[in-house]
């Protein structure tokens, strides 16, 4: 009979690398200790590594370029736990307006608007929040309209400028005439007013 470590040994390996893990994950292979031990016995290895309590990276490594271990954006670290919390999410504040290129400051503190649960996590040097709001303001059909109006109201109405829109123009080239006269209908009226000067 497998051990908790051999279980959770063959599991990882049989993964991709690069690949996100939650002690959560773990918890049909042996008992909370068991796992916790394992999981900190592979950290020692260096065949995990821990990036906050209870997340761990199976870690890519870049020999060709040497760029060493590949680390995950915190972005899709966020996107990994909200997955795994079956919840959305959307960066707002200067995240969401680094990420459409309306600015190049990037924030020590990522907040994302969640329907899940609210906490905040401690990611490389960064936190990330996740803020609960009601469904309503993340029943959007397109996330770049969502990042969008979360930028805009970030910038704020009398702030919004005409080399803001256009780069929120490109933004929202690619999405589809539906998704868009959906969505602006779920922004404020200012934003949706500027949204539909530039289309």
Known sequence: MQSTVNKIGNEIK?????????ADDFTSFGTSEAIKKALLRFEKSGMLIRLAQ????????DKRLGLGILYPSVENIA???ARRDKARIVPT????????GLSTQVPTNIIFHTDGAPRKIKIY??????????PKNLAFKSEILMLVVSALKEIGE????????????QSISR????????DIYLAP????????QIL
């Open 125 to 134: 040097n960064q936190f990330i929040t996740f803020k609960h709001v009601v």
């Open 189 to 196: 009226i200012w934003i949706r007013n500027k949204i539909k």
């Open 14 to 22: 049989r993964r991709r690398r690069g690949k996100i893990y939650f």
């Open 79 to 81: 996107k990994e736990i």
């Open 158 to 169: 009398q702030s919004v400028t005409d080399n803001d829109m256009k780069l929120v123009k």
């Open 54 to 61: 209870g997340i761990y990276l199976y870690p890519s490594i």
């Open 93 to 100: 504040g200067l995240y969401a307006l680094n990420v459409l």
């Open 175 to 182: 999405e589809t005439k539906e998704n868009i006269l959906h």
